[in-house]
């Protein structure tokens, strides 16, 4: 959580940095073999060396970017848990509870489709 720490405390909500701080510690304890990275003014996890999800804050909710192909598939899911997306991000309000079974399945359906990627980023 070294990585994210800055970050977390830049967070004018205390309450909303709690809330991010304990998703991705769920993150990292789930996925222990994701590495942590922060990028793009964002904290991410990475799977041998390509992106698999990053996460960032705005002022009524914070965001999951799966990149497109995680949105796309998880579509229908996203929006049955309550949540707004567009093609790049899911948006869960903070007042919203985390769906950690779905957040799950994104991040296990990036690591297998991404498994021989040899690029940050999907092409």
């Not at 996203?78 to 509870?97: D, M, N």
Request: one cysteine or more; glycine letters at 4%; charged letters at 25%.
């Amino acid at each position: 959580m070294e990585e994210f720490e800055t970050y977390l405390a830049s967070i004018p909500n205390a309450e909303h940095s709690k809330q991010l701080r304990i998703v991705l510690e769920w993150v990292l304890h789930t996925f222990s073999n994701l590495k942590p990275r922060f990028a793009w003014g964002q904290p991410m996890f990475t799977d041998h060396g390509t992106f698999i999800l990053g996460f960032s804050t705005a002022q009524k909710h914070f965001a999951i970017a799966p990149e497109g192909e995680g949105i796309r598939q998880f579509s229908e899911k996203v929006i049955a848990a309550g949540y707004e997306h567009s093609v790049k991000f899911i948006r869960i309000k903070w007042e919203q509870p985390v769906n950690y079974a779905l957040l799950e399945e994104i991040i296990r359906f990036n690591m297998a489709d991404k498994a021989d990627c040899t690029t940050f980023w999907r092409k």
